[in-house]
């Protein structure tokens, strides 16, 4: 047809062709969004995406630049490319990895090293731009020589203290020399040779590694030379070395129909590569650099220093603008880190500012503790005494208010305001386990505690008699009553008013308290029977909570903890060995050789019921320990896997034919 046939009226046969060809192309467009978003039940893109070529090839030899272009069937995402994507051997200087359009380019900073295998492991983190679909875990990788190194080696991070996984650690490996002995001191000053990072079950996976000996090593990198630097890091090591290998081995791959019916179980060979079990337990290392954390005056009665690490010389304390002269009571932590100092004087405790010179032990840069002088210390009251004052000024006015409407109603009142009286925290109340501890939690340290005020009685066939106890302080606000509590009996705890007085000169009232020792019935007993360790080992045995927290704990003695008075439940079962016998565990210290005190887990939950005696055989090396520890209380669980959501299944299901093995459907 040519261009003047165009000017002559159009024939029936013209005209039918042009709307065929309307028609034609009208269906393609229809047809191409139908496949993006199925708006009138077409099939979907479910197929993820495919590299079609690359810059260089994948696997390449002989690679001598350092930028990298990966070319797809279609537009991707890349996500969380500065965490997810790993390149290995590291780079010092991070990697440039972006996604534009249809590819992913990769631009290395760091100069190229000779002989060498770089992979780029971009996980899961590729997926394509507008249906999501991921691609899986892929990984690209080339060599400066003339091979590729295809060797991998597999385990798992776990926190030693409770074989927790750990998310996001770098593990790498560095290579035993063939004719010196391995320096410990390489993780200090050398970058590993080959990377990863763990996922969320701990595990990780270092890829493109050459044949030979290696050490494999943890590293929560802070400040990104992957050498460990700081005592803040997290690592772990292991003193064995290993060799990887591989061998050709088979799984089986389920194949869905839909999201509920398998279609068929496929045996698909391929090359499993040892080791795949490496186990790092990680701790970090004891924090005895000394330096004071903050200070705060929270409350204006008390100044508190906090300390990264406790010290038996306490601080020098001289006052500028008031006498710090017999001024304060101290109030230690357990280990000497935090201390507080409560103001005697309330005179000072409504002082809003108190200057003075601090002197205390620091350690310095060469690690040695020595005295450091703060001249101009200001220890400032969060809340100013004017506003307490006014909030005083209002309760009291407020309290005045109901005492007028009292009077003028006729109704009892009073005409002295009530003063606050002391009251001491007791703990616990109610019911008992017959091996309690009354505990007494005051809200500032006493000037007087009148001992002979303390009274128990028990009640024994409807008669109530005194029953012996012991009643001492535990610290400088804590005290505690000790009794043979008798199962099944009722007790009275009863204290005289004016037992207490604090430094403030706030008096306690009379108490009186009713105390029941529950009965044998009420309760379960637990024998955990450990095996598998040497009798000589000191264990100690924890009994756990669904919050993975320490309930109690025992010492095995015989190669069985026993736990008496159990409250009916649910516990978990955590022991770990206890080399210096002091009942707490010690973590590790890289450059003393010494790993962190080995944690187990029993894993299955232990079920005590009322009236039930239990026993439990916990052989504490019967598993691997990344297996040990039970799902319901782990905290960090594994990272949700991405799939294919195969949704032309359903929709083949709705047209009516039949659709396998993510395939074309066809009709029945």
């Not at 492991?121 to 899986?136: H, R, T, V, W, Y």
């Not at 320490?550 to 015989?558: F, G, S």
Request: a negative charge.
């Amino acid at each position: 047809m040519t261009i003047s046939d165009w000017k002559k009226p159009w024939t029936n046969r013209q005209a039918g062709m042009l709307t065929t060809c309307l028609a034609f192309v009208l269906s393609a467009l229809l047809s191409s969004c139908a496949r993006m978003g199925s708006p009138d039940g077409g099939w979907y893109d479910d197929t993820p995406p495919i590299v079609v070529s690359s810059s260089p090839a994948d696997k390449a030899t002989d690679v001598k630049s350092r930028r990298v272009v990966i070319n797809f069937n279609e537009f991707i995402k890349l996500e969380d490319a500065q965490n997810k994507v790993i390149v290995s051997p590291p780079q010092l200087e991070m990697a440039d990895i972006k996604a534009a359009g249809k590819r992913i380019i990769v631009s290395l900073k760091d100069s190229l090293k000779e002989n060498t295998t770089y992979t780029v492991d971009f996980s899961d983190a590729i997926s394509d731009n507008n249906e999501g679909n991921p691609m899986g875990n892929y990984t690209f990788s080339f060599s400066t020589g003339e091979r590729i190194d295809t060797f991998e080696v597999s385990g798992y991070a776990l926190d030693a203290s409770n074989l927790e996984p750990i998310k996001g650690i770098l593990v790498g490996l560095y290579q035993e020399p063939d004719s010196s002995v391995f320096a410990d001191s390489i993780f200090h000053s050398t970058p590993m040779v080959r990377v990863s990072r763990t996922n969320g079950s701990g595990y990780f996976t270092v890829k493109g590694v050459a044949p030979g000996r290696y050490r494999v090593y943890a590293l929560q990198d802070a400040d990104g030379d992957f050498v460990y630097g700081q005592k803040s890091e997290v690592i772990g090591f292991s003193t064995e070395v290993v060799s990887p290998t591989s061998k050709p081995d088979v799984r089986q791959d389920t194949v869905w129909r839909d999201s509920l019916h398998i279609d068929n179980i496929l045996r698909v060979g391929y090359t499993h590569f040892l080791p795949d079990d490496v186990t790092l337990l990680c701790f970090q290392v004891p924090q005895t650099d000394r330096y004071l954390v903050k200070t705060e005056r929270k409350e204006p009665e008390k100044i508190e220093f906090f300390f990264s690490y406790g010290s038996d010389s306490l601080p020098r304390i001289k006052g500028l603008n008031f006498d710090a002269d017999s001024a304060f009571v101290l109030e230690k932590s357990l280990h000497g880190d935090t201390l507080c100092y409560w103001l005697r004087d309330t005179a000072l405790v409504n002082q809003d500012t108190l200057r003075m010179m601090v002197s205390y032990l620091m350690t310095d840069s060469a690690g040695t503790l020595v005295e450091h002088t703060d001249s101009s210390f200001e220890a400032v009251a969060k809340v100013p005494y004017a506003k307490r004052l006014k909030e005083q000024e209002r309760e009291l006015e407020k309290w005045q208010k109901e005492q007028e409407k009292k009077k003028k109603k006729g109704e009892p009142y009073d005409s002295i305001p009530p003063t606050t009286p002391l009251k001491p925290r007791i703990s616990p109340s109610g019911s008992l386990n017959p091996n309690d501890c009354i505990c007494f939690e005051m809200n500032a340290p006493l000037a007087h505690c009148d001992t002979a005020a303390v009274h128990l009685y028990s009640k024994i066939d409807s008669m109530w008699y005194e029953a012996p106890h012991v009643f001492e302080q535990t610290g400088t606000r804590t005290y505690v009553l000790k009794a043979e509590w008798r199962m099944g009996t009722e007790y009275s705890l009863e204290i005289d008013s004016a037992a207490f007085i604090n430094i403030y000169g706030l008096t306690s009232d009379a108490i009186k308290q009713g105390l029941k020792v529950r009965t044998e019935d009420e309760f379960s007993t637990l024998d955990v029977n450990i095996l598998g360790v040497a009798d000589s080992l000191s264990v100690v045995v924890q009994l756990l909570d669904g919050g993975d927290k320490v309930k109690r704990e025992a010492v095995a003695v015989d190669g069985t903890a026993e736990f008496l008075y159990l409250t009916p439940g649910k516990y978990y079962l955590r022991a770990f060995i206890d080399w210096n016998k002091n009942r707490v565990w010690d973590t590790g210290n890289y450059d003393e050789g010494l790993q962190a005190e080995p944690v187990y887990y029993f894993n299955e939950d232990v079920e005590c019921k009322a009236k039930w005696d239990v026993s439990r055989n916990f052989r504490l090396t019967e598993r691997q320990r990344f297996l040990q520890k039970p799902m319901a209380i782990t905290k960090q669980k594994p990272d949700k896997e991405k799939q294919l959501r195969n949704r032309n299944a359903q929709r083949a299901k709705e047209k009516g034919i039949q659709y396998l093995n993510n395939s074309l459907p066809y009709k029945r």
